[in-house]
């Protein structure tokens, strides 16, 4: 595989202050990309804040049965041993389950939701295929936050997405309320790229998916980015809907509750968009990480 010229370096001893983005966050070429479900404000807001928030997007119900998979996999050893799963310190609760869609076809067909895909099709402007699925949970009182990042600064550095061209898609399978770690982002982050300073070891993933040490924004670089547009966390019921733009920086607090959080995350790529070698210049991360072979463009699951 061919690498790409570097637009966006990352990941040394020096890196350059935080710049604009190349791409740009709506993408309106491209057949038919014009028209589809989001409209005219919907578009705008999506293209100034960087996300979009639909509470009550799927009826509660139709989460439910994800939410108990999930249980029933804690359950299974042969499940928590599995690579893609990583277990909290105590290994008592899972933290994050990776490639879901692999592993369940309920699952599987949700990334085929017709009404998912024509929406992030009409912002990328092109084909999507899955470069992520995973589901992430706290447990009350004892789930983990996680630091602010861009994840498009972790593709691309640890698995090679050479552009901004990817949107996230979570849902919620549990209520997602002020006090058990709901995601931050801070609205207007998207249209910056922040270099972040340190050399990515080899297999950086063995420790980062539980705490992550490289790839996090500086504390001046945060703050700049919230002057004047603070921190958006959403909040609201089971079946709920985010989209967020690739790089987006986001964050959330560790569970001081007693109510679980768990919500769902499919990662859609454009087909033009697909991995190059990693640029920090270390080894590809595993497949159920970041699809490499496993790049055909999405059949909804329209009848």
């Not at 057949?31 to 799927?58: K, N, S, T």
């Not at 009826?59 to 249980?71: I, K, S, W």
């Not at 560790?254 to 270390?282: C, E, H, I, K």
Request: with cysteine; net charge negative; glycine share 6%.
């Amino acid at each position: 595989m061919l690498q790409r010229t570097d637009f966006y370096p990352t990941r040394d001893d020096f890196v350059p202050d935080m710049f604009p983005r190349r791409e740009p966050v709506v993408h309106r070429s491209g057949p038919g990309r014009e028209c589809g479900p989001l409209d005219r404000r919907q578009l705008e807001a999506f293209e100034q804040d960087g996300f979009l928030w639909f509470e009550g997007f799927f009826p509660e119900q139709a989460v439910t049965p994800f939410l108990e998979e999930l249980r029933t996999m804690a359950r299974r050893q042969d499940v928590t041993d599995l690579e893609q799963v990583v277990m909290d310190e105590e290994r008592q609760s899972i933290r994050s389950v990776f490639a879901m869609h692999e592993l369940s076809a309920a699952f599987d067909r949700m990334t085929r939701d017709p009404r998912l895909l024509d929406m992030v099709r009409q912002i990328l402007g092109s084909e999507v295929y899955i470069h992520q699925s995973r589901i992430n949970s706290k447990s009350g009182f004892c789930g983990n936050g996680f630091e602010w990042h861009s994840d498009f600064e972790t593709w691309h550095s640890e698995d090679g997405m050479p552009g901004m061209r990817a949107v996230s898609v979570s849902i919620m399978l549990t209520e997602n309320n002020p006090f058990n770690g709901p995601l931050m982002l801070i609205p207007g982050s998207h249209h910056q790229f922040v270099p972040c300073v340190g050399q990515t070891p080899e297999r950086n993933w063995n420790g980062s998916l539980k705490h992550q040490r490289v790839g996090l924004p500086s504390r001046s670089d945060v703050e700049a980015l919230t002057d004047g547009r603070g921190i958006h966390a959403p909040t609201g019921p089971a079946g709920s809907l985010l989209l967020f733009e690739c790089n987006t920086l986001h964050a959330s607090n560790r569970n001081m509750s007693p109510w679980p959080r768990a919500n769902l995350f499919f990662v859609y790529n454009s087909v033009d968009n697909r991995l190059a070698q990693p640029f920090a210049g270390t080894s590809p991360r595993p497949a159920y990480l970041a699809a490499r072979t496993n790049q055909k463009a999405l059949i909804d699951s329209r009848p």
